[in-house]
C-alpha cells in the first residue's frame, strides 16, 4: 500500500488566518511585533501574514495567536466571536486541519478620523518607496 502525506508550511495557515481575520467587520487589520513592523518598512509588498503565529502541535490540529487592532465601536467580543468561527471554518475548509485554539490581543481600536490618518501616512510611505527621489527632494520655495 502506497503511503500518502499532505503537509501545510507554517506560512501558508498564517495567510489563510490573515486573510480570513481581514475579511471580519470591525478588524480594521493585523499588526506585527516590532521587528515585523521594521521589517515591513524595508519590504516592497505588503506582509500578508504579520500578525498572525501557528503552532501545530501535531499533524492535525493547529492552534493560532493574533494581534488585531479594531475599528473604535465595535464590540471587541463579538468581533473576537465572528473571526474565530470564520478562521475555524476556513482552516477545516481548505486543509482539512482542526484549529484548537485561537488568541487575540487587541493591539488598538481606532477611530475613523485616526483610520484616515494612518492610511494617508501609509500612502505617503508607499509613495516614498515608489520613488525614492520624491522624498529627498525639497518642495521649491515660493
Known amino acids: 500500500m502506497t503511503e500518502h502525506n499532505l503537509h501545510f508550511d507554517d506560512h501558508v495557515l498564517e495567510k489563510i488566518v490573515a486573510l480570513t481575520a481581514q475579511e471580519i467587520p470591525g478588524v480594521y487589520r493585523l499588526e506585527g511585533n516590532l521587528i515585523t513592523n521594521v521589517a515591513d518598512k524595508l519590504r516592497?509588498?505588503?506582509?500578508q501574514t504579520k500578525?498572525?503565529?501557528?503552532?501545530?502541535?501535531?499533524?492535525?490540529?493547529?492552534?493560532?495567536?493574533?494581534?488585531?487592532?479594531?475599528?473604535y465601536g465595535q464590540?471587541?467580543?463579538?468581533?473576537?466571536?465572528?473571526?474565530?468561527?470564520?478562521?475555524?471554518?476556513?482552516?477545516?475548509?481548505?486543509?482539512?486541519?482542526t484549529v484548537d485554539k485561537i488568541d487575540m490581543t487587541v493591539k488598538d481600536m481606532l477611530t475613523?478620523?485616526?483610520?484616515?490618518?494612518?492610511?494617508?501616512?501609509?500612502?505617503d510611505q508607499t509613495d516614498a518607496k515608489a520613488d525614492p527621489?520624491?522624498?529627498?527632494?525639497a518642495p521649491a520655495m515660493a
Open 133 to 137: 527621489k520624491a522624498e529627498k527632494t
Open 75 to 97: 464590540a471587541a467580543q463579538d468581533v473576537f466571536a465572528e473571526v474565530t468561527e470564520a478562521i475555524t471554518e476556513r482552516v477545516l475548509e481548505l486543509t482539512g486541519l
Open 44 to 47: 516592497k509588498t505588503p506582509n
Open 112 to 123: 475613523d478620523a485616526e483610520i484616515a490618518e494612518q492610511e494617508n501616512k501609509d500612502r
Open 51 to 71: 500578525g498572525v503565529a501557528i503552532d501545530m502541535p501535531d499533524d492535525d490540529h493547529v492552534q493560532v495567536t493574533l494581534d488585531a487592532i479594531l475599528h
